[in-house]
């Protein structure tokens, strides 16, 4: 059925961008007219690591802007890594094929920010065909789940088992919390599907909605794992330092760190992966091209890859103009708002 038309407005305003969903991924292709010049295959945080393209929007337009196709794959935060990782390369090995056969064959520049960024240092490590003589890891963090977790021990875990236990109450809140889920969806999907509803509904709003809701709908299964008794990752933070030493095989690699950054482990990192240079040298017995290995420092913290322009454009409509003082003073908001990330951005650009 046809849409109803709103007066005086567009019937989209292109919240999504032009970011497509590929075979599991979400992809941003660079503007018309700009040649792609190499894939960046986009991990993010835990929690906000299920909606890249939504957590990390601003960076990742950025990249595409400057002639990347960027390639974000979701996942869903779970103490095992390596069964993370197996989705991971199952979702982007779907992309890239697709990709391929649209513009040939591209560099590959995987790109973490967090946990994202420990996850490509074991896509380097355990699948070394995967990808790519390029990472760039942000903020790199491998910490126990008693730190990398907000108040784990204190809160997350007693939490976890209370409401996964199988008393009554535990599994009436559960039934509680689904149905409420199903009642959403439903009303949703009836939101999208009536006539009533404008194009702007169906097309923006609840695309955004459902990508949204990846975000709360990861938690179930992780407080199961925890209920059940897992309260660690898998490989634990010394089994990975012992892969990465000994397994690690990107021939570059961009170290993002940030000075107000209590969660980054960049500087073992750095130790780990000159390590593992020395250490391949020594297997072959023969002269090898040394892995380079560069960390610059940024200020900012955690969360500065995650910010977002909350700066609009407030276009002219009719007789109506936006005076010219108002935009002078957003866009000086606008630089030193989003001045940490586009430094990011600038030495991302160089290095690849």
Request: glycine share 6%; proline share 7%.
């Amino acid at each position: 059925a046809s849409k109803v038309p709103l007066p005086f407005m567009k019937q989209t305003v292109g919240l999504n961008g032009r970011w497509m969903q590929v075979e599991g991924n979400f992809i941003l292709q660079p503007p018309e007219g700009i040649q792609p010049k190499g894939i960046v295959h986009f991990l993010g945080g835990p929690f906000v690591g299920a909606a890249p393209h939504l957590s990390y929007r601003h960076l990742l337009e950025t990249m595409a802007n400057r002639g990347l196709i960027v390639v974000a794959t979701p996942y869903n935060l779970d103490l095992d890594y390596l069964r993370t990782c197996d989705g991971i390369v199952e979702k982007f090995d779907k992309a890239k094929k697709s990709l391929v056969e649209a513009h040939g064959h591209l560099p590959v520049i995987g790109m973490g920010h967090g946990a994202g960024a420990l996850l490509h240092a074991l896509l380097s490590s355990l699948f070394p065909d995967m990808h790519k003589d390029l990472n760039v890891l942000m903020s790199f963090t491998n910490r126990p789940a008693s730190q990398a977790i907000p108040a784990f021990n204190e809160v997350v875990v007693p939490i976890s088992k209370q409401i996964m236990s199988s008393d009554f109450p535990s599994r009436n809140l559960r039934r509680i919390v689904s149905s409420v889920r199903r009642v959403v969806d439903v009303a949703v999907n009836l939101l999208s599907e009536s006539s009533l509803s404008p194009s702007i509904v169906s097309e923006d709003l609840v695309p955004l909605l459902r990508q949204g809701f990846q975000l709360v709908d990861q938690v179930p299964s992780l407080m199961k794992e925890i209920a059940e008794g897992k309260q660690e990752f898998s490989p634990t933070p010394e089994n990975i330092e012992e892969v990465l030493r000994v397994m690690y095989r990107a021939k570059r690699t961009l170290l993002v760190h940030f000075d107000n950054d209590n969660m980054d482990s960049t500087a073992e990192l750095e130790t780990l992966l000159k390590e593992s240079n020395s250490i391949m040298r020594m297997k072959l017995n023969r002269p090898l091209d040394n892995m380079e290995i560069e960390r610059k420092h940024f200020s900012g913290s955690h969360v500065t890859p995650l910010t977002q322009n909350l700066f609009a454009d407030i276009q002219p409509s009719g007789r109506l103009s936006v005076p010219e003082s108002y935009n002078r003073l957003r866009n000086q908001f606008q630089t030193n708002f989003l001045k940490s990330v586009t430094e990011v951005s600038d030495e991302l650009s160089s290095f690849i």
